[in-house]
């Protein structure tokens, strides 16, 4: 199949709450939606970058060049036989690999409606609904987080994770913990700590977490294998794990118990399917993560997340935990068991709502495929 027309939008929709991490703070989706139509049929996907390069080496505006300049054009100039042929299709640019997403998951989204199938059917999901949890930003105080915290749990979320940084670690985890001591419970540092905080760090085993994700740098293996050895709570990579090569190189090195997926990170749906594979046969559980997606994004998180290795609940949490409105007429609501209910229509079934999406739509940019 050749993609015969791909638009790009830069969008800014606001968040509930500002999100605050170790790292940095952003007030909204900063995302690029893609829209691609060939023989008739209309898909879209999601690259949902940062506005700042503070999570990964991407941001907005990065991403959005280098799908004008060099991904839209070797997209258009393969003749698709299946979405596996996305990834290897841009290969020659090198990372990136938020902006390469948006256009592998608007291809498999486009096959799946082609073929009739829904998303998460393609790519071999076996679950109809999956367990899903919040990811709590750092708050000012410790009595405003007890109260966000609860606020989510009457929700109906049964799984909190709290982002910490040093001077917000011990302490408000203790306190999450001594007011819920069976809720299930994890901290994500996104990269703040050094090796040397090793012995700092084992001061969260006694809170019986389900893990902590990424202390160490977000391009590092190395140390986390030898912090992993420091600490009892289970360590996860999000970061670190930037493709399939990467999990086995964290996997033989024994540098995690647990790997964060997020599709966005790794560049497509296909090499997170390959990294869920090679996790299994390792015997390692992975969970979904999330980058604050829109609904785009988010059906198609919840898809990827019905594959069987995904046993911890997900950051995909419902629409309005994120936004007040979103770009979506047909949002995911939370079930009473902490979960979401995974699409069982045509391709990842968001119904996007073209009036809003215009209306948060701050540049746009149309490509028509002219190669033969
Ligand atoms: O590290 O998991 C992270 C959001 C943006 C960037 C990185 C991360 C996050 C989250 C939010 O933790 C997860 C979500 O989408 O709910
Ligand atoms: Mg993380």
Known sequence: ???????????FLPYVAPFVTSGWREEGSHAIIVRMESEGIVAWGETPVGENPFYNEENCKTAWSILQDYLVPMIFGVD???????????????????????????????????????????????RDRVPVGVSVGIQKDIDTLLAVVEAYLADGY??????IKPGWDVEPTRAVRERWPNLLLQVDANSIYRLDDGPHLAKLDPF???????????????????????????????ESIVSPDHARWAIELAACDIINVKPSRIGGLGDSIRIHDAAQAAGMPVWHGGMLETGIGRAINVALASLPNF????????????FKRDIVVNPF??????????????????????????????????????QP
Request: aromatic share 6%.
């Open 80 to 126: 698709l036989q299946s979405p596996w042929d996305a990834t290897p299709a841009m290969s020659r640019v090198r990372a990136n690999r938020m902006a390469k997403a948006g256009l592998e998951f608007t291809i498999w989204d486009l096959f799946a409606r082609r073929e009739q199938r829904s998303l998460a059917q393609l790519l071999g999901g076996v």
């Open 208 to 238: 019986d977490l389900l893990l902590v994700e990424q202390p160490l740098a977000h391009d590092d293996i190395f140390d986390h294998a030898k912090l992993k050895r420091m600490l009892k709570t289970p360590l996860c990579l999000d």
């Open 1 to 11: 199949m050749k993609i015969e027309q791909i638009e790009l939008r830069r969008i």
């Open 333 to 370: 609501t939370l079930n009473s068991d902490s979960t979401l209910t995974v699409p069982a229509g045509i391709g990842h079934g968001a119904i996007v709502d073209e009036d809003y999406l215009d209306a948060v739509t701050l540049d746009r940019w149309v490509a028509v495929n002219h």
């Open 158 to 163: 049964n799984r909190i994770k709290l982002k």
């Open 311 to 322: 046993t911890l609940p997900g950051d995909i949490s419902a629409n309005d935990r994120y």
